[in-house]
């Protein structure tokens, strides 16, 4: 990974916010699309006109896209925004997505529902998503309020019991430095108490 993917880009945090408001409304019916694809018992027929509508709109977006990824932008406001991010991207629908809440204390927190795209074993979440959200949370809470570039080095997960669909909590912080490595410690929790333990290293790339 190069500093180059990272883009200063002057758009207002305002028009960010506007866009924000535009794109958030058509990513949440995209992920109402999936999670009704995946639980629909319709007929034959109604399966194969929804399959060509949604190849329509498909054609319709790409009238004019992007070559690659949308990348990571930021303003002078320190405004960071990044589209396409797997797990907090406004633009992505296969994005949960994770609404991060900063804690005084420095306790990073956020609450989310995962539901049928999300499952692993039957009912319950699938390890790689539950490391998925964890390992950003835990990036997030190493970059201390994006002050700083950090970068997953090892992630250890305990996956303790398996953490149901539905209603769970992230939670992270750090729990020590050392030179340019951050440590940092988390859980997945449902109603019931701490599903998953994860704790990690997270490294201050040198070329930052
Ligand atoms: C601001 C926005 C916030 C957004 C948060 C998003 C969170 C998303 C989290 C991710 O998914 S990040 C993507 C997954 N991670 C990567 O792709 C990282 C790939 N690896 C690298 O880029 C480099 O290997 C790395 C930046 C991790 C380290 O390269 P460096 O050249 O900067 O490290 P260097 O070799 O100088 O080592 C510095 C220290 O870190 C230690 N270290 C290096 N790599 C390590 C590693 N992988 N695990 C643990 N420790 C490591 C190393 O031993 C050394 O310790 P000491 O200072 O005690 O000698």
Redesign the pocket.
């Known amino acids: 990974?190069s500093i180059g993917e990272f883009v200063h880009d002057e758009t207002p945090s305002s028009e960010i916010d506007r866009l924000e408001a535009l794109y958030r409304p058509l990513a949440d019916a995209v992920r109402d699309l999936v999670d009704a694809t995946i639980r629909t018992t319709v007929d034959d027929a109604t399966i194969r006109r929804t399959q060509a509508d949604v190849e329509a709109l498909v054609a319709r977006l790409r009238a004019r896209q992007l070559d690659g990824p949308a990348g990571?932008r930021f303003n002078s406001e320190a405004r960071?925004w990044?589209w396409g991010?797997a797990?907090v991207g406004q633009r992505n629908a296969l994005a949960p997505p994770l609404h991060l809440v900063r804690d005084p204390g420095g306790l990073l927190h956020a609450d989310v529902v995962l539901g049928a795209a999300y499952e692993g074993p039957p009912g319950l979440v699938h390890g790689g998503v539950a490391a998925l959200l964890l390992?950003?949370l835990?990036?997030?809470t190493?970059?201390a309020g994006?002050s700083?570039?950090?970068?997953?080095?090892?992630l250890t997960m305990r996956y303790r019991r398996g953490t149901p669909l539905g209603p769970l909590r992230l939670e992270g912080r750090i729990d020590r430095e050392?030179?340019?490595?951050v440590y940092v410690v988390a859980t997945l929790a449902d109603a019931e108490g701490v599903t998953v333990e994860a704790d990690g290293?997270?490294?201050?790339?040198?070329?930052a």
């Open positions: 990974m990571v960071a990044n991010n797990v390992d950003h835990m990036g997030e190493a970059s994006h700083r570039v950090t970068l997953t080095g090892t050392d030179g340019r490595k290293v997270f490294i201050v790339p040198r070329w």
